[in-house]
């Protein structure tokens, strides 16, 4: 696999985190360099865990997940979507357990997001590509995306006020329903 293509993979397995980091910070919930560290930290290392997982695992693990690894994001995605939904139109009864960018709702949304690179890491071991230099590119590459869609998502929701938070929690249940369809 050549470095080109190896960049292609990164962008594309990038853009769920990159989307979910667009519509956190849209939100308003990556306000400080802590937020913003930890969206585009997360998102990066688990970026770069899931190919290595995927790697390790093997043939057999890929039969064992790919009956149900959709259904998992779909959840995860709509759960958290739901929640931001939900406090968009509940301003009233907002509260930390909502915020994308701490505790639990960050760890699964990198794991959601990060889904489709255990099957990339199962892919590169089948055609015999080392794991290492694929998944730090993966891992840096989404964490930069990230990073980017914060700024742009801060500016966005500076316009949109408190309206993103609900458009964020649509696009969250729209990624997890395109995860869904395209298996």
Not at 144 to 150: D, N
């Amino acid at each position: 696999m050549t470095a080109y293509e190896m960049i292609m993979v990164a962008a594309g397995l990038a853009m769920d985190a990159a989307a979910v980091s667009l519509a956190a910070a849209a939100a308003g919930y990556a306000k400080d360099k802590r937020a913003i560290f930890r969206l585009s930290f997360h998102f990066g290392l688990f970026q770069f865990m899931m190919p290595v997982a995927g790697w390790f695992s093997g043939v057999y693990f890929v039969q064992y997940i790919s009956r149900y690894n959709h259904w998992v994001a779909f959840g995860l995605l709509g759960f958290v979507g739901a929640r931001m939904i939900w406090s968009g139109v509940n301003p009233v009864e907002e509260d930390q357990k909502s915020d994308p960018s701490r505790g639990m709702t960050l760890v699964m949304l990198s794991v959601a997001t990060s889904i489709d690179a255990l099957a990339v890491g199962l892919s590169l071991a089948m055609i015999g590509v080392n794991i290492w230099y694929p998944s730090v590119m993966i891992g840096m590459i989404t964490a930069m995306f990230s990073l980017a869609a914060i700024a742009l998502g801060k500016r966005v929701g500076a316009l949109a006020g408190h309206r993103m938070e609900i458009i964020g929690g649509i696009i969250l249940l729209g990624i997890g329903i395109k995860i869904l369809l395209s298996h």
